[in-house]
């Protein structure tokens, strides 16, 4: 069972424009929700997260918007630059003191050259 | 300096032969440790994670073993490698709980 759930599989965008990444989960216990960039042959990164107490977080030209109610988010990347070409994730993480990080299957973006 | 570092960067590997992956944490004290598995394209599984020294918690059975000899120091480990077993095998470390997890370099292993 996919507990977190990412669209779409890939994205592609012209340079400056907005991009919009999507992510849904399941299990209502999932209260901290990062988001990863990864490049080829990296490890992830740590691009920015949200707690399920806001609706909204915001990290330069990147922003969350969560929805509880409908146990959504996505990742809005604004002014997409080609260094922001990679895979990104997104992951969820129980309030109940687990250790369980899971991730959805990402959201490969590139521009168009 | 780079806080995590992993070992090797890359193995080719028979089936059937050992394997020890190994991860080191640098300037933090008792870090929450935790080893992914990634296939080739694809999302990143929970393989172990370890809040402290020589307690390791499984959450995939994989026919993989973890061990933390050391506060600093995690290991991945298997007697007998399958096909299966080929990927992105990734360390990461967290402080105080398991949010915010920060990632190694990886190490690639291929299964021949």
């Known amino acids: 069972q996919q507990q977190v759930r990412q669209s779409p599989q890939s994205l592609t965008v012209w340079e400056g424009e907005t991009a919009i990444l999507n992510c849904s989960y399941e299990?209502?216990?999932?209260?901290?929700f990062p988001w990863y960039q990864q490049f080829p042959g990296e490890g992830p990164a740590l691009l920015i997260s949200?707690?399920?107490?806001?609706d909204k977080k915001e990290d330069g030209r990147f922003t969350i918007f969560f929805n509880k109610r409908e146990k959504k988010l996505s990742l809005h990347i604004t002014d997409s630059q080609p260094g922001d070409s990679a895979t990104y994730f997104c992951?969820?993480?129980?309030?109940?003191?687990?250790?369980?990080?899971?991730f959805g299957k990402g959201t490969k973006f590139s521009l168009i050259p | 300096a780079q806080t995590i570092h992993q070992w090797p960067v890359a193995e080719i590997k028979a089936v059937g032969s050992p394997l020890s992956l190994g991860c080191t944490i640098k300037?933090?004290?008792?870090?929450?440790l935790y080893w992914y598995w990634q296939a080739t394209g694809g999302t990143l599984q929970q393989l172990f994670y370890?809040?402290?020294?020589?307690?390791v918690e499984s959450v995939v059975q994989l026919n993989l073993s973890a061990s933390r000899p050391k506060d600093d120091q995690f290991i991945l480990s298997t007697e007998k490698l399958l096909l299966s077993h080929s990927g992105f095998y990734l360390c990461?470390?967290?402080?105080?709980?398991?949010?915010?997890?920060?990632f190694g370099p990886g190490t690639r292993l291929t299964v021949l």
């Open positions: 370890s809040i402290t020294v020589g307690q």
């Open positions: 299990d209502s216990t999932f209260n901290y």
């Open positions: 949200i707690r399920s107490v806001s």
């Open positions: 990461a470390w967290s402080l105080g709980g398991a949010d915010e997890q920060y």
């Open positions: 300037g933090k004290s008792s870090p929450n």
């Open positions: 992951a969820a993480l129980p309030g109940t003191g687990s250790n369980r990080l899971t």
